[in-house]
């Protein structure tokens, strides 16, 4: 089975998107990133919040508004929620719990990665130990608030091993992998 790796764009001060899910912020710091782009092909799966899927597009008003990479995957995608739609959504399946939606999207991956998308299913799955690998892109902004890559006042240290580092004009790649 693959891995489960949590991939986010993230501002030099801990944010992955802004007051009130914002993402428009990341915008401008969208880019050719060959580590990510190489990344797109390994992806089998996604494992997505409720909330980031019904959340801002940094993408919006594009073409590619509200495709996975901006339009560069296509896959199945599984979303973490207590409250389904009531009408069905093309190559996206509503899960009601953790444990359901990662054996879902582990079978639907096969040997391929399973991105998490949102910082609250990723939390959930370093709680659960079901987190493999954690690819941060630092993009050079400080946006001040909105939604921290993770935030767990009081909480346990997590150790990680680095995998890579790499630059890219808008921003720095850091991969890792849970330790625990």
Not at 47 to 61: A, E, S
Not at 93 to 99: E, I, M
Not at 142 to 150: I, T
Request: glycine share 18%; net charge negative.
């Amino acid at each position: 089975m693959g891995k489960l790796l949590y991939s986010a764009a993230m501002s030099l001060d801990g944010f992955i998107a802004g007051a009130g899910g914002d993402m428009s912020w990341l915008t401008a710091y969208l880019g050719p990133n060959p580590l990510v782009d190489e990344l797109v092909g390994d992806v089998g799966a996604l494992l997505v919040g409720n909330r980031t899927f019904g959340g801002g597009d940094p993408y919006k008003g594009t073409e590619n508004e509200g495709k996975a990479f901006g339009g560069g995957w296509e896959g199945p995608s599984f979303v973490l929620t207590h409250h389904a739609p009531d009408r069905a959504v093309p190559g996206v399946t509503f899960v009601g719990d953790l444990a359901a939606g990662v054996a879902a999207a582990k079978a639907a991956a096969g040997d391929k990665y399973v991105t998490v998308l949102g910082a609250g299913v990723a939390h959930q799955c370093l709680d659960a130990g079901v987190l493999d690998e954690v690819l941060v892109i630092i993009s050079p902004v400080l946006l001040g608030d909105g939604v921290r890559l993770f935030d767990q006042p009081g909480g346990a240290d997590v150790r990680l091993e680095r995998i890579s580092l790499s630059g890219v004009p808008h921003g720095t790649n850091l991969w890792f992998r849970v330790l625990g």
